[in-house]
């Protein structure tokens, strides 16, 4: 099947059915905030290396998250109880990404033993670019966790409607991510934002509960979710406000 090539100032992207047996459906284009809202409403992602034409992905199947199903063990229960971190929501968006691109992961972050200390390459400057500015607009958001003053985990993603578009998480410190992606949940569960789409499924997801689902139940999920009012604004200073980005 031959791959999409996508126009320049068009957003338009072909249905999620014509892309490959992978997942690749469409090559091109550039990191607007307009194609990356239509691209995550539409259940696509870019991925793609530094060097390489901007590859855009919709896999089946779909790793999805509802907050109610994270699964939270006895050592995260004794984490979060200790105290010993802090978290903030899109206090320090461009620290977070920054830190997913260059912070090496570790086996609870991966799947792959060969991957174990890499980082995640495909966040490139020009990514890293695009996605604070969707920040500045209201739609990316990020999950700082502290320890004392020092960042130690986080993630970052984009909200449209009732759906979080999960990109990226680190952590430099013992269940760093995971005290922000259960953060995550308490604010989404909170305001009424029902999914988390993991995008592609990983070892580590699928021990916080997330779990894969066919691409055309995801879809007919998001259609339904990205109609819903967004949540746009900074989500720690209390200036967020609910807005409706799709009829």
Known sequence: MP???????????????????????????DLSPERLLVAY????????????????????????????????????????????????FDADFEGVIRACATVPRSDDQLEEEDDKDEPSPWISEDMIAAYCELHDMGF???????????????????????????????????????FALYN??????????????????TAHMKRMGAAPIPRKEFMKTLKTLVKEQSLVGNWGDGSAKFMKLFS
């Open 41 to 88: 409403s539409s259940g696509i992602f870019p991925w793609y290396q530094e060097g390489e034409p901007i590859l855009w992905w919709s896999l089946d199947p779909r790793m999805v998250l509802r907050p109610s199903d994270l699964k939270v063990t006895k050592s995260l229960w004794k984490t979060i109880e200790s105290n010993k971190y802090s978290c903030s």
């Open 184 to 201: 995550l949940c308490q604010f989404m569960t909170r305001n009424g934002i029902e999914l988390i789409d993991a995008q592609q499924e």
């Open 140 to 178: 990316a958001h990020s999950v700082e966790v502290y320890q004392g003053n020092e960042l130690v985990g986080g993630l970052y993603g984009v909200s449209i409607g009732k759906v979080f578009c999960a990109e990226s998480m680190f952590h430099t410190k013992t269940d760093a991510s995971k």
């Open 3 to 29: 791959i999409y090539m996508l126009k320049d100032e068009v957003y338009d992207f072909p249905s999620v059915s014509q892309s490959t047996r992978d997942g690749l459906l469409a090559i091109g284009g």
